[in-house]
């Protein structure tokens, strides 16, 4: 069996009953379950479209995600995440560029590297040594004026954990920020570079090894092994190039508002809805949400 779930972006919830009707009548679906009025809505099926990608298509035209995929096992144990552009809306390298005078530099390498049409490991050294010199203050000010989170964030990870679900942050960033962005969001642990500091200052590099996309598929593997579960019970978001590895291992690998050359390469792509996208492709409904 499969599920379809058809969703709307909350700020703007529309998605419309004839719509659902009309394309669970397509495809032969079950009844529909409304997650959410106007939001979340799904339905079973006993056969995988052989049209999905076309409809889906005709989906974002209409401002919707459509995501199609097994019925079980849906529910999932652990969450694994990615931060920049993915549990906050920025990324912090960015924000701490443009306070150093060099935004619009470190921010077209950034777009490129997570494009992935640049080395990770060579383009996060160039940005960080732009950075030389600047106070180790303003990473506190970054934090405090620049830093918000993507909507929906704190509900998916205390949801989980409710459940009886294990929470992991891994980034490409710095700990500076993860920490903070775990500590908010309530995650079990975080892992992410270190920036190296000298007399207050940044030193211009980060300490070894450097975290990249490997380091997200040895931090699927470490805890998926901790923690006695498979890697087919993690469901793992991210935006950027780096994060195709935990996506394509994960048992749902979610490509969240990412760049068209990641998308392109996950099957399930959310581009309209915020992270509560992540709790509705599991079926739970609002009113299941923690912390909301």
Same mark, same amino acid.
């Given at each position: 069996?499969?599920?379809?779930?058809?969703?709307?972006?909350?700020?703007?919830?529309?998605?419309?009953?004839?719509?659902?009707?009309?394309?669970? #009548?397509?495809?032969?679906?079950?009844?529909?379950?409304?997650? %959410?009025?106007?939001?979340?809505?799904? =339905?079973?099926?006993?056969?995988?479209?052989?049209?999905?990608?076309?409809?889906?298509?005709?989906?974002?035209?209409?401002?919707?995600?459509?995501?199609?995929?097994?019925?079980?096992?849906?529910?999932?144990?652990?969450?694994?995440? #990615?931060?920049?552009?993915?549990?906050?809306?920025?990324?912090?390298?960015?924000?701490?560029?443009?306070?150093?005078?060099?935004?619009?530099?470190?921010? #077209?390498?950034?777009?490129?590297?997570?494009?992935?049409? +640049?080395?990770?490991?060579?383009?996060? !050294?160039?940005?960080?040594?732009?950075?030389?010199?600047?106070? @180790?203050?303003?990473? $506190?000010?970054?934090?405090?004026?620049?830093?918000? =989170?993507?909507?929906?964030?704190?509900?998916?990870?205390?949801?989980?954990?409710?459940?009886?679900?294990?929470?992991?942050?891994?980034?490409?960033?710095?700990?500076? =920020?993860?920490?903070?962005?775990?500590? @908010?969001?309530?995650?079990?642990?975080?892992?992410?570079?270190?920036?190296?500091?000298?007399?207050?200052?940044?030193?211009? #590099?980060?300490?070894?090894? /450097?975290?990249?996309?490997? %380091?997200?598929?040895?931090?699927? @593997?470490? /805890?998926?092994?901790? !923690?006695?579960?498979?890697?087919?019970?993690?469901?793992?978001? $991210?935006?950027?190039?780096?994060?195709?590895?935990?996506?394509?291992?994960?048992?749902?690998?979610?490509?969240?508002?990412?760049?068209?050359?990641?998308?392109?390469?996950?099957?399930?792509?959310?581009?309209?809805?915020? !992270?509560?996208?992540?709790?509705? +492709?599991?079926?739970?409904?609002?009113?299941? =949400?923690?912390?909301?």
């Amino acid at each position: 069996m499969y599920v379809a779930t058809i969703l709307s972006n909350p700020e703007e919830p529309h998605l419309e009953r004839a719509l659902l009707d009309s394309l669970r #009548d397509a495809w032969g679906g079950g009844d529909v379950v409304w997650l %959410a009025q106007a939001e979340a809505a799904e =339905f079973e099926l006993s056969v995988l479209p052989d049209n999905r990608w076309d409809v889906w298509e005709e989906m974002q035209r209409l401002g919707l995600d459509l995501i199609v995929q097994p019925a079980a096992g849906r529910k999932k144990k652990m969450l694994l995440a #990615d931060m920049d552009s993915t549990m906050i809306r920025q990324e912090c390298i960015d924000e701490l560029a443009d306070e150093a005078g060099v935004g619009a530099r470190v921010a #077209d390498i950034t777009a490129r590297a997570m494009n992935g049409e +640049l080395d990770f490991e060579g383009a996060l !050294l160039e940005r960080v040594g732009l950075l030389k010199g600047l106070d @180790e203050a303003v990473i $506190g000010k970054v934090l405090a004026e620049r830093i918000s =989170f993507m909507p929906g964030g704190k509900a998916l990870v205390a949801t989980m954990r409710a459940v009886g679900g294990y929470a992991a942050l891994v980034s490409g960033g710095f700990t500076a =920020f993860t920490g903070h962005v775990a500590r @908010e969001l309530g995650f079990d642990e975080n892992h992410a570079n270190i920036l190296l500091i000298e007399d207050g200052k940044l030193s211009g #590099d980060v300490a070894r090894p /450097i975290l990249g996309r490997q %380091a997200k598929v040895d931090a699927l @593997e470490r /805890i998926t092994r901790h !923690l006695g579960i498979e890697e087919a019970d993690v469901l793992a978001v $991210g935006d950027g190039a780096n994060d195709l590895g935990m996506l394509g291992r994960a048992g749902t690998g979610v490509a969240l508002h990412a760049k068209p050359s990641v998308a392109a390469q996950c099957e399930v792509r959310i581009n309209h809805g915020d !992270l509560t996208a992540l709790l509705y +492709l599991q079926g739970y409904a609002r009113e299941e =949400f923690v912390g909301a």
